[in-house]
């Protein structure tokens, strides 16, 4: 009730995850101010708010300052995020005014993406939107490190693929150019433990070319990890775990949120964190809206996932 007492006890909540695993004793704080801010911040208090050039330049700040995703370079680029044949979307809260939750950009596009740079360009060609069949989630950030755990994202997506579908309703297919954030993290336990995976030697010797942030401007070296690190991403995402989830995190919100995991793209991102997290591949994870729920369902009742058959089959069959 006083005044800005929820900003408060948010940014009290990012000073305490900054400290926790240091003071184990402050977790029962942790989980009190979890419960209260999950409540406080439910669905029914938020606001869908489509972010453009028209925006308070306060809020557009907070855009720049919080994409850690695909990293923008200043209002430029911002500006071709915020173009005709782009949208952006965030949630607010009335007791935080100007400070966005979570927001997600979007591309107006022609088929499912395979590489980010064509999206993020700042020198790109606008194209018109009407000519679309695809509308591409290619980053979604959240803004307070205080809400961290208290999930906005799944309602985000829902929400705007309903806005999207109202807006050009000859949209056929909703679709995601996610990274793999956590799988050269796994690829090095993999190459840590070769007996416990069964690695062969020479696909051991193949993985010993990624040292360093530059084996994908080698031509040989691209052309025989492909195929080797195309398989084992299908396996990371399929079969690496946490509990009965899968280990990596985004294909744990989008699988969990009713999404289908579609597509791997071969070097779709060639960053320094792209190469660095993911192995520079790129995942589409599609929402087909007839299948959201039962897929949703599925996977929260059996811990069943939705993977394309052409997904499905470049688990290599050794591993």
Known sequence: MAPNGTATIVRMRSDLLRIIKECPHLVPIDADLKHLLSSWFNQGF???ERINWETPAIVLEKLIEHETVHA??????????????????????????????????VALAKGLATSIEP?????????NP????????????????????????????????????????????????????????????????????????????????????????????VESLKPLLIGLAAYYLMHAKK??????????FHLRNGAILERINWLGDCS??????SAGMLVNYVYRPSLIISNHESYVKNHTLAISPNVAKLVPKTL
């Open 46 to 48: 938020l606001t869908l």
């Open 72 to 105: 923008m370079k200043g209002w430029a680029d911002l500006r071709s995020r915020l173009a005709e044949d782009r949208r952006c979307f965030a949630f607010f809260h009335p007791a935080l005014p100007n400070e966005p939750l979570i927001f997600v950009e």
């Open 272 to 277: 320094d964190n792209g190469i660095r997290k």
């Open 243 to 252: 509990g009965n989830e899968p280990l990596d995190r985004v294909a744990r």
């Open 119 to 127: 999206i993020i360009d700042e020198q790109r060609e606008i194209s």
């Open 130 to 221: 009407s000519y679309a069949d695809t509308a591409v989630f290619y980053s979604i950030n959240n803004c307070q490190e205080g809400l961290y755990g208290i999930s906005f994202g799944n309602f985000l997506i829902k929400q705007v693929v309903q806005e999207l579908s109202h807006e050009f309703p000859h949209l056929q297919n909703y679709s995601t150019l996610s990274p793999m954030p956590g799988f050269c993290k796994w690829l090095k336990v993999v190459i840590d433990n070769p007996g416990k995976y069964a690695i062969p030697d020479d696909n051991l010797a193949l993985l010993g070319q990624l040292h360093g942030n530059s084996w994908f401007q080698d031509s040989e070296s």
